[in-house]
């Protein structure tokens, strides 16, 4: 059966590679700075995608994130997220996502920075069917 998950995924695939570069285009330490917003669904994303704690979520600086992004081959944002299985996300990742992501929602996310809302989508939907399990 597909899940919610696997369907939100379909979302983030489709991210064209433009798109991907928009999502990096801010800069740590300078006027552009990325939305709040930004950061956290982003954040959400790895702690989803760590394996092994090879990412730390909460703690990673704009440019972990920005690097999480831009890689390409096996270890690329979207080949990591295919092999995502919802039903293996550890209950402490979960509950890290949750308060990341808590106050957002898609509206706010439209409103604040429209081009992670394919990511936050996936996030917010791979922790609701896991609290479902």
Known sequence: RINKFQTLLKGM????????????EYSEGSDNLPPDCLVK????VSLLLSEGGELSGEECSWMELQDMVCRMGEGSLKRRAMACEVEFIPSDIVTRVSVLMEGFDDITIQEMCP?????????????????MM
Request: charged share 20%.
């Open 13 to 24: 695939l489709e991210m064209s590679h433009m798109q991907m570069q928009d999502l990096i």
């Open 115 to 131: 081009i992670a809302l394919p990511l936050y989508r996936w996030c917010h939907g791979g922790v609701e069917e896991r609290i």
């Open 41 to 44: 669904v982003l954040r959400s």
